[in-house]
């Protein structure tokens, strides 16, 4: 499996299949992924990212979003931004600079605001009568991610550059404030030109805790084949929480190497991901994961009706 | 050299002291690096963390802390917070949870006064003096680590748990809202009580491209001594950034083993650490690395007379 882009969920086809043609189009890298990110943010349809993402505990949508670009290693992050259009737009602007790289909540309003970003309400009525549905009685301790999809992180890497965006609305209900993974840099997503690029997606707090981004490039630049690396990275670190005694909510990855070989890997039973191929064509993908063995499937129809997600 | 606590910067010294009788009296690892941690927030004279920190660019105090478990990987940690007496004190208490662990800015603040923390007004006469005599017309893209101390890093052993304790009030002059390595997992710190703890200090947005904490003890993983550990995760990425153009701002390391060996690098001429030795005495040493070639040295009353910092 090899491609120019690798994206998470099914909802990222549209947004890969436009990055696709931004790259044929002679567009850097970098426009196809942030062109990508944003056709996820700015659809309604999907709560987990930018526009119709479902709020925090205190009904506010929060949102998070990071940008890596392996060439230089520059990382751009905001985390906890309200009303802001497109945060992977902020992220990638803050990757060019030597300093402030990572701007939390008001910070990074400010910010925004000053570098002219389009900022609108980000709730929609759908996402608040989910909200207002959503008794406020649960154990704040079990919170998972949205099922079926989750935070979008594309990859993506043209001539011998590779980089990586990531954005979010985070966990449905969490606290105000609350970040995840998405913009803390080698648990989010991590990529290094010379090695590879990781991303992950699920519960933040889990991820967090084994820098699993980070850990798939390190076992990259040892060597190891990339899907190996998504399933290795990913088995080490269940059974390190196992061994603590706690058991991790969902996790997700998803890796290229500098060949543009791609993996993938799951805690879930099933992880769809979107690859933009070698052949330009997007093709939607998934990691099975059956009782821990892995194994990389192209769903037919009859797979996707099935699925419960995007 | 072995101990039982290692901290960042001579600042740390009477905190490490105090770190040592707690566990001498049988208190836990966790309360020794809590003391240490506060004793460094609560002194005024220290202008790189808690009370007396130096504002940023708007003269507001902005304070990051993180609290990592290396029994559970449990990981709290908060960012851009203001007027919060100490916030060790709720990146511990966040540790405990296994979801919204990591908090920013507003969100935190209401957290912490839920759960009753201390608030009082962090900014001194002699920080805002200070603030008020700095021209705005600085390069943003230079500020640096704040000459001779900057954040307090400390971790601890006792029994088989290792945790880490980091607390800063970040870099002076930062734009408000920015975040730096100190609250971001495996950049600031990172600790897995079955192979060591690592924690960093310097410009931030340079750690967090390397991941160095968890680089460190991911090398410790692979069974490489603690010293060769920081300065070739140190080495290497310098080498990293080197090969993209950059020039990388001050960056430090200190780290632990599970059999209670301490080990430390530097970017810098000389950074002074501080060690809870196993022994139960509290004593200086420093890293000094001369034309990259490392070495670590127990320094005399004149090499202290001379050293410029905390």
Chains 1, 2 share one sequence.
Request: hydrophobic residues 35%; glycine residues 12%.
């Amino acid at each position: 499996m090899r491609g120019y882009m690798v994206a998470t969920w099914k909802m990222a086809w549209d947004g890969v299949k436009k990055g696709q043609e931004v790259l044929r189009a002679g567009g850097s890298v970098h426009q196809a992924i942030i062109e990508a990110v944003k056709m996820v943010e700015d659809d309604p349809e999907y709560h987990s990212v930018g526009y119709g993402g479902l709020p925090n505990y205190n009904g506010e949508v929060e949102l998070d979003a990071a940008y890596m670009d392996g060439d230089t290693l520059g990382y751009g992050g905001i985390m906890g931004v309200k009303n802001l259009k497109n945060p992977i737009e902020v992220a990638f602007d803050l990757c060019h600079y030597k300093r402030n790289c990572l701007l939390a909540a008001a910070g990074a309003e400010e910010y925004a605001r000053k570098k002219g970003y389009a900022f609108c309400d980000m709730l929609t009525e759908e996402a608040y009568l989910r909200y207002s549905r959503q008794t406020k009685q649960m154990d704040m301790e079990k919170l998972e991610a949205y099922g079926g999809h989750d935070t979008v992180c594309v990859i993506g890497k043209s001539g011998d550059t590779m980089a990586c965006g990531v954005s979010t609305s985070g966990l449905f209900m969490k606290l105000p404030g609350r970040v995840g993974d998405s913009p803390v840099i080698g648990s989010g997503c991590y990529a290094d030109s010379e090695v590879g690029a990781a991303a992950a997606t699920g519960v933040g707090e889990d991820i967090m805790k084994g820098c699993l981004s980070f850990s798939v490039v390190e076992k990259l630049r040892q060597g190891v084949p990339v899907q190996q690396a998504c399933e290795t990275a990913l088995r080490e670190h269940m059974e390190r929480l196992g061994r603590s005694g706690h058991r991790p909510g969902s996790i997700s990855l998803i890796a290229m190497d500098r060949e543009h070989n791609i993996g993938a890997a799951t805690n879930k039973k099933a992880f769809p991901f979107v690859v933009g191929d070698l052949e330009r064509n997007t093709v939607l993908y998934a990691a099975v994961n059956e009782g821990g063995k892995m194994s990389v499937i192209c769903p037919d129809e009859a797979w996707i009706q099935a699925y419960q997600g995007d």
